[in-house]
């Protein structure tokens, strides 16, 4: 299928996608999408009054040609998939084969591609992202198609347009799942509660079963204790709490935080 919307670039798509995203949660759901394909039509200059079944079949076409939306929520990254060529379409394609679910695999990416360890994510580091992807799905890519792809994500995800993508840019771009610490009540009841709360908090975050946390686990947990609290943060303030963390956690210096280490940092009677 052509796509749908040449005659619309990335930066207009960002422009309509952040009115209707407007409290900035990252996707567009219900009636909203409707209007929100509406404007869209409307923009490509279809025709004066397009009607509600025009709206529909718009969308279900939308829907089955890129196999988007399955939990009827339109999200930015979805959205990117329409602005690529479909034989490229390597957003979805990543999305598939890694369900990102756990911030520390996000943090884990985020280190190693935020090669300078400014805090933020530049068009270059960008690129290099974008081409170990289609390195890994044994794509070779032109220079030039690359250069161009990078563009256009970063006119799609670079929020603030300060040329840079911050922590939560690349969330949406690797549709990083909900907060794991959300479905956690904090102020559990019993010890007991509590307790089990931890076991299953830890274990989510030690990866690597290795009883401590360590490097992109710490920056895992950081990233979603902080944003239970703030739902934007930086790189820089990420690193910021990290150190703050470490200094009252981690009691033997070793640069990890053990289990123990965690327990009394929460507050929580703990023993081996
Ligand atoms: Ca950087
Ligand atoms: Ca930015
Ligand atoms: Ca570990
Ligand atoms: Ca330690």
Redesign the pocket.
């Known amino acids: 299928m052509d796509s749908a919307f040449n005659n619309l670039d990335a930066e207009g798509f960002l422009q309509i996608w952040q009115h209707f995203d407007a409290e900035d949660n990252g996707y567009i759901e219900g009636t909203e999408l409707d209007v929100f394909f509406r404007h869209v039509m409307k923009k490509l200059g279809m025709s004066v009054e397009i009607t509600d079944d025009e709206v529909k079949s718009m969308k279900e076409r939308i829907m089955s040609a890129y196999d988007i939306m399955p939990d009827g929520r339109l999200q930015l990254h979805e959205l990117a998939t329409m602005m690529l060529p479909e034989e490229e379409n390597f957003l979805l394609m990543f999305r598939r084969e890694t369900p990102l679910d756990n911030s520390v695999e996000f943090m884990r990416i985020w280190r190693n591609y935020d090669a300078d360890s400014s805090g933020y994510i530049s068009a270059q580091e960008l690129k290099g992202f974008l081409q170990d992807l289609f390195l890994q799905h044994k794509k070779t890519l032109s220079p030039h198609k690359l250069d161009k792809y990078t563009d256009t994500m970063m006119k799609m995800f670079?929020?603030?347009?300060?040329g840079?993508?911050?922590l939560n840019?690349l969330a949406r771009i690797l549709s990083l799942k909900d907060n794991f610490l959300l479905k956690f009540n904090m102020e559990a009841c019993s010890q007991e509660d509590r307790r089990r709360d931890f076991e299953k908090i830890f274990a989510h975050y030690d990866v690597s079963k290795t009883g401590a946390l360590e490097g992109p686990e710490v920056d895992g947990f950081v990233k979603d204790m902080m944003e239970l609290v703030t739902p934007t943060i930086s790189g820089t303030d990420l690193d910021k709490f990290r150190k703050v963390l470490l200094g009252h956690c981690d009691i033997n210096g070793d640069g990890k935080i053990q289990k123990n280490e965690l327990a009394l940092c929460l507050g929580l009677k703990y023993s081996n």
């Not at 670079?158 to 300060?162: F, G, R």
């Open positions: 670079d929020k603030n347009k300060d840079n993508l911050d840019d």
